[in-house]
C-alpha cells in the first residue's frame, strides 16, 4: 500500500498526528511547534529527529529526509530549501485565541483582520511552497463570527484563490512570493461535534478540508462525491454515537455501559444527602430531579441523551463502544487500577476547603450549586468552575490553561480534579502514548490536542478523497 505524506505544522504533542497513525496508510513526515515540552512529547512518541530552528543560521536548508520534528517558530522554516518528497497533505490549525468565542464581545475577538494574522499567513504560506493535495484546517467554532463572519470569509476564500491573493497573505513574511501557487477547492467547512464519531468530549471544532482543484478532473460529479464521503464519515453516518455517545465513565474503567450498572449506581448514589447539606434552590431542583428519576444506568442514559430505549440498537451501540475501547488500548483497564510511567494517572491533593466544596457539588453540577452558601466561590461566573462531569454524559471541553477550578472534576464524590491521564482519555489518547514535561505543561498539551479519533476519522476521508482523484 502506497502510503500518502503528511507535513503537520502547529502540531503541539500531536493529537490530530495520532489520529492519522491510528488510520494507518501516512508517512509523517514532519512536525512544527514553537514550544519544547510539546516537541519532547511528540519526538518521544513518534520517533522524529528534533531539529532546533533557533539554533540554525535563517533561511538554511532543512532535511526532512528522514522524520522531522522542527522546533521553533514556523516563520523560521524556509519551505523553499526543504528537502522533501511530494505532500500530499498539510494538517494544522494556527493558534486560535483570537477567535474563540469565550474571549468575550466581538469588540476583544480580533480573528483575522485585514492583514491577517501572523501564523494564519505562515500556513498558508506552506500550501503555496509545498502544495500538498489535500489541506486539513481546524479552529475553535467562534472564527465562523469573528469579525462579524468576514475572517471566515477571507479564509474561505485565500483557499478557492490562493494564486491570486498569495501576494497579499505572504507581503511581508519573506520566503519569496511563490508565483505558481496553486488553489484549494473546499471540500468541507463545518463545526463538527466529535461525540458523533466516538469521542466521550462535547468538543466543538471548526474543520475545513480541501483539495487542490486541478486534482478533480471528473467536474461537479467528483466534487460531490467526494464530499458526500467526507460528509458521511464525520457526521458518524451508519455508527450510534450520534444516539448512544461514548461515556466518561466507560473510558476510565475500559468497560462498556453493559458492565457497569453498580459502578454507576454507586457513584450516584453516594451523593445521597447533599442537596438537603446545601440547601440552595439549585440543590432543592436537583433533589427533586433525582427523586423524580431514581438512580437507573438505562433510563438515566436514555434521558440524559435522548436516546429513547431501543434494545437491539443498544446492543449494536455496545459493540461499537467496545471497539473504541479496544482500539485506544483502554479495554478493561480501568484507571483506578492502572500507573502510568509518565506520571500522568497521579491523583493530585486538593486544599481542603476546595475538597470540602467539591463533596457538596453532584455530578454536572458546577460552583453555581453551592452559591451564597459556606463553600461559595467568589468572583467566577463560567460554567466550567468546579464543574463534575457526569458518569453518562460526555464531557465538557477540556481546557489547556487556567486556575480557579477549571481543571475538570471526576464524578466520583470522593474525587477531585481529573488526572492528566484521564483527561488524555477524554481526548482519546491512546494509553501508550506517554506525555513528558510539568503537570502544567502536559495539561496544556492535552488540551491544546485535536481529539486522536477525530484525526483519524479526517484521515479516512483523506485516503478515500485521494484515491478517488486518483482513479
Not at 523553499?80 to 500530499?88: A, K, P, T, Y
Not at 458546577?366 to 453518562?392: A, D, I, Q
Request: with cysteine; aromatic share 10%; hydrophobic share 30%.
Amino acid at each position: 500500500m502506497v502510503k500518502r505524506n503528511l507535513f503537520s505544522l502547529f502540531s503541539g504533542a500531536g493529537g490530530m498526528d495520532e489520529g492519522f497513525r491510528l488510520e494507518g496508510g501516512f508517512n509523517l513526515l514532519a512536525a512544527n511547534d514553537v514550544k519544547s515540552d510539546a516537541s519532547e512529547t511528540y519526538r518521544r512518541n513518534f520517533k522524529h529527529s528534533l531539529m532546533d530552528l533557533d539554533k540554525l543560521p535563517r533561511r538554511s536548508a532543512l532535511s526532512a529526509s528522514s522524520p522531522t520534528y522542527f522546533e521553533g517558530d514556523v516563520d523560521k522554516i524556509d519551505f523553499n530549501s526543504l528537502d522533501v518528497d511530494e505532500v500530499d497533505v498539510i494538517v494544522g490549525g494556527p493558534p486560535c485565541q483570537d477567535f474563540s468565542l469565550v474571549r468575550g464581545p466581538t469588540s476583544e475577538r480580533q480573528g483575522v483582520t485585514v492583514t491577517r494574522g501572523r501564523l494564519y499567513s505562515h500556513f498558508m504560506r506552506s500550501l503555496a511552497h509545498l502544495q500538498p493535495k489535500m489541506v486539513v484546517f481546524e479552529n475553535v467554532p467562534g472564527l465562523r463570527s469573528a469579525n462579524g463572519g468576514s475572517a471566515y470569509a477571507t479564509i474561505k476564500n485565500d483557499f478557492s484563490q490562493l494564486s491570486k491573493r498569495y501576494g497579499e497573505i505572504g507581503n511581508g513574511l519573506g520566503n519569496g512570493l511563490h508565483t505558481s501557487s496553486k488553489n484549494y477547492t473546499l471540500l468541507y467547512s463545518k463545526i463538527l461535534d466529535p461525540t458523533y464519531i466516538g469521542v466521550p468530549q462535547r468538543r466543538l471544532r471548526l474543520i475545513i478540508i480541501g483539495i487542490r482543484e486541478d486534482l478533480i478532473t471528473g467536474g461537479q460529479c467528483q466534487k460531490e462525491k467526494m464530499e458526500c464521503i467526507i460528509d458521511r464519515i464525520l457526521s458518524g453516518t451508519n455508527k450510534c454515537f450520534s444516539k448512544y455517545p461514548l461515556t466518561p465513565i466507560e473510558v476510565f474503567t475500559g468497560k462498556t455501559l453493559s458492565d457497569l450498572e453498580d459502578d454507576y449506581c454507586n457513584a450516584m448514589e453516594a451523593y445521597s444527602g447533599c442537596a438537603d447539606q446545601v440547601g440552595t434552590e439549585a440543590a432543592l431542583r436537583w433533589k427533586q430531579e433525582m427523586d423524580a428519576y431514581p438512580v437507573d444506568l438505562w433510563k438515566d442514559y436514555a434521558r440524559l441523551c435522548n436516546n429513547g430505549i431501543d434494545e437491539a440498537e443498544r446492543r449494536k451501540a455496545m459493540k461499537e463502544h467496545k471497539r473504541i475501547l479496544r482500539d485506544l488500548g483502554y479495554w478493561n483497564r480501568n484507571l483506578s487500577d492502572v500507573s502510568f510511567k509518565d506520571g500522568t494517572n497521579e491523583i493530585r491533593k486538593e486544599s481542603s476547603s476546595v475538597s470540602q466544596r467539591l463533596y457538596m457539588i453532584p455530578p454536572d453540577k458546577n460552583h453555581m450549586f453551592v452559591k451564597g452558601t459556606k463553600w461559595n466561590v467568589e468572583g467566577r461566573n463560567m460554567s466550567l468552575v468546579y464543574r463534575r462531569l457526569h458518569p453518562l454524559k460526555p464531557s465538557p471541553t477540556i481546557v489547556a490553561y487556567g486556575g480557579g477550578g477549571t481543571w475538570g472534576y471526576h464524578y466520583s464524590r470522593d474525587r477531585g480534579k481529573l488526572t492528566n491521564r484521564e483527561r488524555a482519555r477524554l481526548q482519546t489518547f491512546p494509553d501508550k502514548f506517554g506525555f513528558y514535561g510539568k503537570d502544567q505543561e502536559v495539561r496544556a498539551q492535552i488540551g491544546e490536542a485535536v481529539p486522536c479519533i477525530l484525526g483519524r476519522e479526517i484521515a479516512k476521508t483523506i485516503k478515500d478523497v485521494i484515491n478517488i482523484s486518483s482513479a
